[in-house]
């Protein structure tokens, strides 16, 4: 019997997510967009993946297309997840910011492609752990992610009890969530910290300077090489001498422009240590125009 390959409104989906978000969807990936999207067809009662491709081309508003986009991102994530990163992060990475910026006491965070806010709700709760040294010191943690949704999911900062058992230190449990029903709601003090924004970080606008420390994690790893390669140098270009990167277990950096080295004795972990010298958008970049309806808000 003969296997027939995806059919065209898969391709079709996989198509519009890669034009928005660059992502590529990997073929078992594919397989599973119907599944994805079926809680979305439920909702706005489209019987089929066809209807919903026909009214995201009538659908005037960006609001459906960021619905669609969102079902076939992949938002997995957790608090402190990869523990040993975090934890070289708050042993080796805040402290060495801390003496390099001890005059100015300014610290400024960058989570790309943060989801639904573990991520950097994590961070907030590390810096508060790590105490008194931080007193007096101008903290900013932004986070972006591509997904209006999930970005909204993190502003909220409420989560299931299910994300609670999955890397919470109970002592953080106690002292930063509060239960909400069946939920467990993350306190101001920390939701405060961050700064969550939609933003694609194939062509960020809502970034502006250098940080001190920069996560991308786990979102480089579904880039196609020449996107992975348009990331790189926008995080090379929030970046300088000194900066530290934090990616994810098993990605890669990649393009020519790459500013930042391995640091050979934490894992996942990379400091910028030559000036960064992109100027204007590099040549893939422009061979790769972002279209133009933004999904994003
Ligand atoms: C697997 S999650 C990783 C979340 C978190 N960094 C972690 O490691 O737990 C990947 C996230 O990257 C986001 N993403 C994908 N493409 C993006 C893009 N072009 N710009 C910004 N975020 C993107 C997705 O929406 C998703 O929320």
Known sequence: MMMSGPSCAVERLGALLTRYTGQILSESRLWRIETSLRPLLRERSF?????????????TSAELLALTLDAMLNHESSFFRDIGVFRAVE?????RLHEAARDKKVLRIWCAGSSTGQEAYSIAMMIKRMGEMWDGWRISIQATDVSAVAIEK???GRYPQMD???GLPINDLLRWFTPVGEDWQVADEIREMIHFQADNLLDPRRVSGTFDLILCRNVLFYFPEDKRGIACDQLAKHARPGTYL???AGEMLTGGNSAFTN???LSCIYVA????NLNGPCALRAANPLPPRSPIG
Do not use: H, N, W
Not at 47 to 59: E, K, M, P
Not at 91 to 95: A, I, S, T
């Open 273 to 276: 240590d030559r000036p960064v």
């Open 246 to 248: 934090v990616i994810g």
């Open 164 to 166: 609670m058992q999955r």
């Open 91 to 95: 042993e080796k990475v805040l402290p």
């Open 263 to 265: 640091c050979r004795e």
């Open 154 to 156: 993190a502003k909220r």
């Open 47 to 59: 019987a089929s993946l066809d209807d919903l491709l026909v009214a995201l081309d009538r659908d």
